[in-house]
């Protein structure tokens, strides 16, 4: 099976690492990673955790200068309560410019982590092997960069600096509390194992809801997304009502998913909630025994209350952070997977040209893109400037040789060797300056049809373009665009027919002027007389070049002086189009029956 | 002036916006809104008594009565009590009420995201429409979420603080009016400010995301012209500027987000001046002073809450346009509105024409196939073959005449009946993830393991997939990228052959299908599908010369190609050649 064939390397199980992750909580070495990361930036980190410090020590400071002052006011001392109360504004003002400082370095902080996140995995991406990607989901890979990239913003700007504050707090006030009233903060700690406790016990089941939670909208997600794309194709089988069914379906699961969450969640701020009043409740009895007994004041004892109500608060919002920390974390590891891909190893390059002399030769070529084989021993040398056709019926592994010669992928027995250099030893990017392929399927980018033909190099002039598309008689293909070469090319190049698409891929390639042409079947939406005039110009603009040509139509063929036929992976047939043809093999059979009447061929 | 002062007032009543927005997807269960508003009035209340009563405490502490003392303890736990019982309502209805609203929005979009006609999506980007029907959906929950569970409550309590202000001492309510507007007014600048920011995020989230996307769908382009440099350039760039607006958006948090607490601390600290002073004069209870400075410290966060909900009510707001973009009805077909019929009879064309903006592609086209034939079509590069072919199923309307199947217009024909008659494979083919079976069966799910063999068969890719170690159940990667290029080609021609359809249009579906495999393929179909129309386009010659008859499309035109078969005959008795570019220059002049 190709799927499974495919998992066994991959490099990380995506979905399952993400239900493992939750499942188990073990998510400590994602997080110390992000947080090194982040470390690296030493200022904005360090005015973040003095920012934070600061403001969790004034705020817990203000109580106490609250309490201060209304004992001034029992004792009815003016300059007391002025004194006192100035304090307490003054807190305020601290407060403000301390969280105006964390603000913006936490921003700093957060947005540059998650720009560098992002940069590094794109960077990744552009070095993975291309076999990477028929493993794993392009939504896949989008939705981790932006979004679980974006889920990490909430995270890092606001909610970490609020862990730290919030542990700041709590062991700020209980050190106060505990060197104000000894007795009084044990009384006002009673609730602590009771909130421990009941937070711990329902963790777990809080990570399972959140799991399912995840999974049912990614599911939509991937769904809307697949169907998004294949709209043509669900209209064009009128299966509208199946596909809303479906999508019904997955719909209601997230449904209950989210129901069953929230029940858990809504019955925990409830409970917190009574917790807490229990927790006032104890320190204001406890309080008025010692008031009794002359041991504590009134306004310590209403310091006392609002540290157990400001107590609480961080413990609240560390337990709904806790929804927040995971998705993060999940978000982060597999971002982290995506930088940890393994890329293709390479060689140093010299960043120019490599020089190509005399030849690529493949030697005993195998390769399987799992366990079926799709090239079997394949030989053969190409020298420079040969032409050389490659002919062979549909899943022959035409595709899969051009593949390996583009260097997308490596074979998985024998070499490929050019100069007798193997592929291994060459730095990839010094041997594609040599290529220009025209691949199979054409793939245009957003922008002009100017700036799809000047891709690779931005240096090619306009003039260029035209030249070349008048040369190879293309411009009359975009003759029939609005705003000619300057038209947009839409989305995945939907404004354009097919055969303009395929225009554009050729002249792609032509105007980097390679040493090496690999055409994939470059004409075969294409007409013939369009074809016949880049015939005529080919001939001459392939002096000197060196050709690999695939194609299923023979009109091409006079361009090659060598003709090679794979059949199911294997060489069979090599020679010119006259030797082939008197062979009375594959190629001729093929070639009468492109050239033949219909009934000289019965099945 | 007193426009402006309209707008902000507009703007900081627009925070019910998408609740209100929402009631439409809330159907029956509307009545449950008023349950989730009471028990958020109720929780709140009840809370409030927590501060009065901690000031009672205190003061009968102060006064030395002790023996109250348990008594007000007791109440406190109970108020807590019943204002969690009731916060559970608010929290469990706004979530269900959220959630249902979100279901049946979703739902809703995705039906109208089906019946967008085939036009819409010329103009859309994939991307664009993914990020309204799942991002703006789930921003607009969440800020429905916020309404019902916090947004309402905290305005009760802010009312409520100002009653027990109120009662406390008239002083601290006129203290606590004076600060509510200075907090409105910080708020509103601070959303102004941060707007074209929140615009330009947008913005550059979307191009990080098509960036992404042609990328890696690109990928080999990408290798193939050695660009990844130039690509990791310009996606740094993006992210440089996403960096850029998310810090302009930062520093203005800093600054505003933070002052709110700061104007309510500078309040609270008056009234505990005012209050302190007041109760040394009079030796007055301190109990309403302790009470007065904790709502003070109470509401602080609402308070700043309630100026980020201003801000996050524009966002919402503006995802709620972006989803109701989608929800109108232009561009939307009617799928089965009219009795179902299924088209039976010749097809013709009668003076057709079709424009793309001021652009004719196609001219007063006009010709007839009758049932059963097996017609080429054929014409230069962009001639408009697609778009021809593409007004049979109805995907595009002509601008001009009429198509009819029989003696009846096309659109007399209910969409879901043409559809299910007209069969057509694009050139640009769609697999969709899942296995070999599921794609095969994507147009007709009723039909059982021997149909899909032998539509298999017919397109003559049945024997590719009796190699594969799973046969049927192999699954395809995404976009079948694990199938070479005629092996996707023949997995969508046995697609379409298995809705047995009336009229079977081969958009040039064998481009990629080496001749001889093509010769088995049209030939199968032909012996197997007798009574099925065709329409083949094609550039191939050895395409072509299945067909009963060719037309050929020039210039917006029809014609006829002449003598087809005539010319085919002669070419076919020429000698063999070994002279290959003889043989090549005849052929490559076309038809
Ligand atoms: N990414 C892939 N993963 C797994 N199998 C693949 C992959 N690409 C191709 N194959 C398989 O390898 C075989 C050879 O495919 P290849 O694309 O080289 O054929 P081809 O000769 O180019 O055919 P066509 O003329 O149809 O384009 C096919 O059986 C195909 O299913
Ligand atoms: N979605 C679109 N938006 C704008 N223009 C379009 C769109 N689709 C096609 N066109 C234009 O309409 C013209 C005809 O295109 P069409 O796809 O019908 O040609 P075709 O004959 O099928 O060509 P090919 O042989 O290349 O498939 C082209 O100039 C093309 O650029
Ligand atoms: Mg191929
Ligand atoms: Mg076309």
């Known amino acids: 099976m190709i799927y499974t064939r495919e998992l066994t390397d991959l490099p990380l199980d995506y979905d399952d690492q993400e239900d493992q992750l939750i499942r188990t909580g073990k998510s400590l070495p994602s997080f110390s990673r992000l947080l ?41 001392d003016y300059t007391g309560l002025y004194l006192f109360a100035s304090g307490f504004f003054l807190l305020y003002v601290v407060q403000f410019f301390s969280n105006w400082l964390r603000t913006v370095s936490s921003t700093k902080l957060a947005q540059s982590t998650i720009k560098s996140l992002r940069d590094r995995s794109f960077q990744n991406l552009q070095h993975v092997p291309v076999s990477f990607f028929s493993k794993v989901k392009t939504g896949y890979l989008i939705s981790r ?19 730290v504050s919030g542990i700041t707090t709590v062991l700020v006030s209980i050190s106060i509390m505990f060197y104000k009233d000894f007795s009084l903060t044990l ?96 320190v204001i009895i406890a309080g008025s025994m010692q008031l009794q007994s002359g041991v504590t004041t009134v306004g310590i004892l209403v310091a006392f209350v609002i540290y157990v109500q400001e107590f609480f608060d961080p413990v609240v919002q560390l337990s709904q952070l806790y929804n927040s920390y995971q998705s993060a974390m999940v978000g982060v590891s597999r971002i982290y997977g995506i930088i940890d891909s393994p890329v293709e190893t390479m060689p140093g390059g010299t960043g120019r040209k490599r020089e190509f002399r005399d030849s690529i030769e493949l030697s005993d070529v195998s390769f399987s893109y799992g366990t079926d084989q799709a090239l079997n021993g394949i030989g053969i040398r190409i020298a420079r400037g ?155 603009y392939l002096k000197d070049k060196t050709l690999i040509l695939i194609t299923h139509r023979f009109s091409m063929i006079s361009l090659v002086n060598r003709i090679v036929v794979l059949q199911e992976g294997g060489l069979v047939e090599d020679g010119t189009f006259g030797e082939l043809l008197d062979r009375k093999g594959i190629f001729s059979e093929l070639y009468r029956i492109q050239y033949g009447p219909v009934d000289r061929y019965p099945i | 002036m007193k426009d402006r002062v309209k707008l902000r007032l507009e703007r900081i009543i627009g925070v019910m916006g998408p609740l209100l927005f929402s009631l439409a997807f809330l159907d029956k269960r509307k009545k449950y809104l008023w349950i989730v508003i009471s028990a958020g009035f109720i929780s709140m209340v009840s809370r409030m008594f927590v501060p009065l009563l901690i000031g009672d405490a205190v003061g009968s502490l102060q006064k030395l009565q002790y023996s109250s003392v348990e008594h007000f303890a007791l109440l406190i736990v109970l108020a807590s009590a019943v204002s969690g019982a009731m916060q559970f309502i608010v929290n469990y209805g706004a979530q269900y009420l959220s959630q249902v609203y979100s279901y049946n929005l979703r739902n809703d979009v995705f039906g109208h995201i089906l019946r967008k006609n085939v036009g819409f999506y010329e103009n859309q980007t994939s991307g664009d429409l993914l990020s309204r029907t799942t991002m703006d959906i789930e921003a607009t929950r969440n800020y429905i979420l916020t309404t019902l569970a916090q947004l309402i409550p905290t305005i009760f309590m802010i009312g409520f603080s100002f009653v027990a202000l109120l009662i406390l001492k008239v002083e601290f309510a006129a203290i606590f009016t004076l600060t509510v507007p200075v907090l409105i007014l910080v708020g509103l600048i601070f959303q102004q400010k941060q707007r074209t920011h929140w615009r330009h995020i947008r913005i550059y989230y979307g191009l990080m995301n098509e960036h992404l996307q042609e990328n890696i769908v690109g990928n080999r382009v990408v290798r193939g012209f050695s660009a990844e440099k130039q690509e990791i350039d310009k996606f740094s760039e993006t992210t440089e500027q996403f960096f850029q607006e998310n810090m302009g958006i930062g520093r203005l948090r800093g600054k505003y987000n933070n002052m709110m607490p700061l104007i309510v601390g500078a309040a609270a600290t008056i009234v505990l001046l005012y209050g302190g002073f007041v109760s040394i004069i009079n030796g007055s209870n301190i109990g309403p002073l302790v009470s007065a400075v904790n709502i003070f410290s109470i509401i602080s966060f609402p308070v700043s809450f309630l100026g980020r909900m201003i801000v996050f009510s524009e966002n919402s707001k503006a995802s709620i346009m972006r989803i109701n973009e989608i929800r109108t009805l232009e561009k939307e077909e009617e799928l089965s509105a009219l009795p179902e019929i299924y088209p039976n009879g010749d097809l013709s064309f009668r003076d057709v024409s079709f424009r793309r903006g001021d652009r004719e592609i196609l001219r007063n086209i006009s010709f007839e196939i009758r049932v059963g034939e097996f017609v080429g079509l054929t014409g230069r590069t962009a001639a408009g073959k697609s778009t021809l072919v593409n007004l049979i199923p109805g995907f595009s309307k002509p601008s001009s005449g009429m198509i009819l199947i029989g003696d009846k217009q096309l659109n007399a024909f209910p969409l ?43 397109a003559r890719i049945s024997d590719f997939i009796e190699s594969l170690p799973l046969k049927y159940n192999t699954v395809i990667g995404e976009r079948g990228i694990t199938l070479s290029g005629g092996q996707r080609q023949r997995v969508a021609i046995a697609r379409a052959i298995l809705t047995k359809p009336g009229y079977l249009i081969l958009d040039d579906a064998t481009s990629s299908v080496d001749p001889e495999t093509e010769l088995e393929i049209f030939r199968n179909i032909k012996k197997e599908m007798t009574h099925t129309t065709v329409i083949l386009v094609s550039h191939r010659e050895s395409a072509l010369k299945f067909a009963d008859r060719v037309l050929k499309l020039t210039d917006g035109q029809i014609s006829a190609v002449p003598d087809f078969k005539k010319a085919e005959e002669e070419l076919s008795t020429r000698p063999e050649h070994h002279d290959i570019h003889a043989g090549v220059d005849r052929f490559a002049t076309g038809l």
């Open chain 1, 36 to 76: 090194r990361d982040m470390f690296r930036m030493r200022r904005e980190s360090t005015e973040v955790i003095i920012a934070v410090m600061i403001t969790a020590v004034a705020g817990t400071l203000y109580p106490l200068s609250l309490g201060y002052a209304i004992n001034s006011v029992i004792r009815r």
């Open chain 1, 145 to 163: 960069i932006t979004n679980d990239a974006e889920t990490l913003s909430e995270f890092l700007t606001f909610q970490l600096p609020q862990v």
């Open chain 1, 187 to 282: 009384y006002a700690l009673i609730v602590i194992p009771v909130l421990a406790g009941f937070t711990f016990s329902i963790q777990g089941r809080v990570r399972l809801n959140y799991l399912k939670t995840r999974k049912t909208i990614a599911a939509i997600t991937g769904n809307l997304s697949e169907n998004i794309n294949a709209v043509r194709t669900i209209k064009a089988f009128n299966v509208e009502q199946r596909i809303q069914g479906n999508f019904n379906e997955l719909n209601v699961k997230n449904f209950e998913a989210n129901m069953k969450a929230s029940k858990l969640s809504s019955l925990y701020g409830t409970v917190i909630r009574i917790i807490e009043s229990l927790g006032i409740a104890v």
């Open chain 1, 386 to 540: 040969e032409k050389v056709g490659i002919v062979g019926h549909t899943g022959a592994g035409k595709t899969t040789l051009s593949n390996l010669i583009l260097k997308f992928y490596s074979p998985t027995n024998g070499s490929v060797t050019l100069d007798g250099v193997s592929m291994d030893e060459i730095n990839t990017e010094d041997y594609r300056k040599l290529i220009a392929p025209v691949l199979q399927d054409p793939f245009m980018f957003r922008g002009t049809v100017y700036e799809n033909i000047r891709f690779a190099d931005s240096t090619v002039s306009r003039e260029t373009v035209d030249d070349m598309a008048r040369k190879f008689g293309l411009s009359e293909i975009f003759a029939g665009l609005p705003d000619g070469l300057n038209t947009n090319v839409g989305e995945m190049g939907r404004n354009l027919s097919e055969g303009q698409r395929q225009a554009i891929s050729i002249l792609r390639a032509f105007v980097r002027n390679p040493e090496i042409l690999i055409l994939d079947e470059p004409t075969s939406q294409i007409d013939p007389d369009s074809e016949k005039l880049i015939i005529a110009s080919l001939r001459e």
């Open chain 2, 416 to 458: 879901s009946s043409l559809r299910k008659a007209v069969a057509i494979v694009p050139q640009e083919i769609t697999l969709l993830s899942g296995t070999v079976r599921d794609n095969i069966a994507f147009g007709n799910m009723n039909a059982d393991d021997d149909e899909i063999k032998q539509s298999a068969a017919i």
